[in-house]
């Protein structure tokens, strides 16, 4: 299966369909009657696609486990077809397109075998996704945007030459991924004075995105908290509690992460840790549904 531990969960929707044809006019009738000998056709094929969608991950080898948490199955019956609508609702890290189609096949299926006694077209057309919603497509919006960052990693050593810098090129191979430029790449030593200097410039020259690696842990040494807290207009504890929240449940030692996050006129302005992991965690927590602010201070703005 597809890795898909650097997710977080979101809410995700989807809703399939697949259409039952028949081949003579009293079948449609027989199921509206419920004289169908086998039963009553649609109770009896709900069921089985509430049971089908909790196993989508049992017959298809690539899906996952995922908690099911609301399936409606619904009929439009018309002169020669009944329609079948499955929708499914997760909060999870995957959406759940499949689990709607298999859940929808099987209600089809099971359609078919309990009408097949009495009329022998009967056919099964159709099956597809109508909509789904949540993960990558409800954030399109927010990559098109055209945004330019800087990242600044403040290390001591690294900028000694002492030791080379991991966690910066990731975040900035991170934002390229999502579309953000960066033609800043700078690597500055762990002084307050040069981390607010660097921060300001950049804010003057209109970039986007700030964001600082380094500097966020425990040692005498490590301010870019304290240096960016000093300048910062507005913060925005969601961020921060956000990152800690995902790194937390990938390793106790996220509790002591001094991660920031705020505004300075319009540049988003980051303090993220320097360990290439914990650079690397940091920007799967809050990319790209971080870049939503730039359409929320756009709005604000046209108010």
Known sequence: ??????????????????????????????????????????????????????????????????????TAVSYEVGEMEVKV???????????????????????????????????????????????????????????????????IVCSDSISAGKKSDRAGLIIKEKLEKIGVKVPVYQIIPDEKDQIQEACSFQVDEKMDLVIFTGGTGLSPRDVTPEALQEILERRIPGIEEAIRSYGQQRTPYSMLSRSVAGLIEDTLVLGLPGSTKGAEESMDAIFPSILHIFKVMEGARHD
Do not use: W
Not at 11 to 29: D, G, N
Not at 51 to 67: G, S
Not at 122 to 143: A, H, M, N, Y
């Open 1 to 70: 299966m597809v890795n898909i531990t650097q997710k977080s969960s979101t809410l995700r929707k989807a809703i399939a369909q697949a259409i039952v044809k028949v081949s003579l006019p009293e079948t449609i009738q027989a199921i509206k009657d419920r004289t169908v000998p086998k039963g009553d056709v649609l109770e009896c094929a709900r069921v089985a696609g509430l049971f089908a969608a909790k196993r989508t991950a049992d017959m298809i080898p690539d899906c996952h486990p995922l908690p099911v948490e609301f």
């Open 85 to 151: 609508l499955v929708e499914i609702h997760t909060i999870y890290k995957t959406g759940v397109e499949v689990e709607a189609m298999h859940a929808a096949s099987v209600v089809a299926l099971t359609m078919y075998d309990m009408l097949k006694p009495i009329d022998k077209g009967v056919s099964i057309e159709q099956i597809k996704l109508v909509e789904k919603k949540g993960g990558k497509s409800d954030r399109k919006r927010d990559l098109e945007q055209s945004l330019r960052a800087a990242v």
